[in-house]
């Protein structure tokens, strides 16, 4: 592999560099210094994702045809380390990211030109349809339906730890339209309207003062037949292609090391001490989030060469989990005492009310909290090391 950049590369990434630096307000820095999982509140995410449509930067990884900057693998690169660099507020990565995909490699040409625009611009806004009171990491066992009625399905069930579900107004949802001897089969993959008659959404509160998750509700929803992505009874398949872009169809190491950069600053700039076991700890992170940095360039080469990111996507999950819990396990105990108060009020002014501690603290513990949650979401580390051992050691 070629680690040496040309010059060609060094002016693009150059010219990222001063579009994040000039692009990137105040308000949209404070965003995010003060979220406290891995999602933005909504219209801050909003307005970033405008700036980048505009840029033309959005969705580097989508075809150009639909969007897509036509960039190389190297230039992708670059754009995501900058972009940790400049640690601008995400864009919700449940349409552009998951299901944009999706609807690329399973999607009719009706379901991709209808719907990949209005995902571009906003005018649709997702959130995923999975886990269940009973159905979590045994996503096979979901109990939802959908029973076919003429030209519609009737959706009854429900659904939780659903992300920005109360702001959502489009949702893509696993249902079960038929009963098989393999639970896998009989599960549909479908696009339903949030706004539908029959569907009720419920904020869950979190620790962090936040409502970031909720549970839906489904009574007698009708969702035209038209909506189902794949074949009838074969979502399983579209939900595996889909969780691969979950799990590992980025890159989240240039994240992690500059996580690691921003703990360090942390010893620097305050009156915190620097133990010689924890800075030795973080060395030894640092040092296996570079192997995972080497992985996840090999899984986007395959992702350009055969269009997913196949049975690795597991492997830079579980890795990629496992490194950023261990950097806020690292970050919670340099905030020392500064970490114990709790303080939600001062997160959601973004500092603007009187606070104890550091400003750069007062996210730390409630993300370690939220964080514990990455080792489950996109399918649990235990479910991944499964995948790997039937998909790459044939047990």
């Not at 404070?30 to 970033?48: E, G, I, Q």
């Not at 754009?79 to 490699?105: I, K």
């Not at 109990?143 to 429900?158: E, L």
């Not at 939220?370 to 399918?379: C, D, E, L, M, V």
Request: aromatic fraction near 10%; charged fraction near 20%; proline fraction near 6%.
């Amino acid at each position: 592999m070629e680690l040496a950049f040309t010059a060609a590369n060094d002016r693009f990434r150059a010219e990222v560099r001063e579009f994040f630096d000039a692009a990137l307000t105040d308000e949209l820095r404070a965003a995010r210094r003060f979220m406290t999982s891995v999602y933005c509140d909504y219209d801050l995410a909003m307005k970033w994702q405008r700036i980048l449509l505009d840029k033309g930067w959005l969705v580097p990884s989508w075809p150009a045809e639909y969007g897509g900057t036509g960039w190389s693998l190297t230039q992708r690169y670059i754009f995501n380390c900058e972009r940790a660099r400049a640690n601008p507020p995400p864009v919700s990565p449940m349409g552009l990211s998951m299901l944009g995909p999706a609807l690329l490699g399973c999607g009719t040409q009706a379901q991709r030109d209808y719907y990949l625009p209005r995902m571009l611009r906003g005018d649709d806004f997702w959130c995923q349809g999975y886990s269940e009171p009973q159905s979590g990491s045994d996503l096979a066992s979901l109990k939802t339906s959908a029973v076919a009625d003429g030209d519609d399905y009737i959706v009854n069930g429900t659904k939780i730890w659903t992300t920005h579900a109360h702001y959502a107004n489009k949702m893509f949802c696993l249902v079960r339209t038929g009963t098989f001897e393999r639970p896998q089969l009989g599960i549909s993959f479908l696009l339903l309207d949030m706004k539908a008659p029959g569907v009720t959404t419920r904020p869950i509160p979190f620790f962090s003062g936040d409502y970031e998750q909720s549970q839906v509700f489904f009574d007698d929803v009708r969702v035209p037949r038209s909506q189902i992505v794949g074949e009838e009874h074969k979502g399983w398949s579209v939900t595996k292609y889909l969780l691969e872009f979950e799990r590992g169809g980025g890159s989240s190491a240039p994240g992690l090391i500059e996580s690691i950069e921003r703990i360090r600053a942390l010893w620097h700039g305050s009156e915190l001490p620097t133990e010689h076991a924890m800075a030795a700890r973080l060395d030894a992170i640092e040092a296996e989030v570079h192997a995972l940095e080497m992985t996840e360039l090999r899984c986007v080469a395959e992702t350009e060469r055969r269009g997913s990111p196949g049975p690795a996507a597991s492997m830079l999950k579980i890795k990629g989990t496992e490194l950023s819990q261990q950097i806020t396990e690292v970050a919670v105990e340099a905030a020392a005492y500064y970490g114990v108060p709790y303080q939600p009020e001062a997160i959601a002014t973004f500092g603007r009310t009187g606070f104890v501690g550091p400003e750069e603290l007062l996210t730390v513990a409630p993300f370690y909290f939220n964080n514990r949650a990455a080792s489950i979401y996109g399918g649990s580390n235990e479910i991944q090391r499964n995948i790997i051992a039937k998909a790459v050691l044939g047990l």
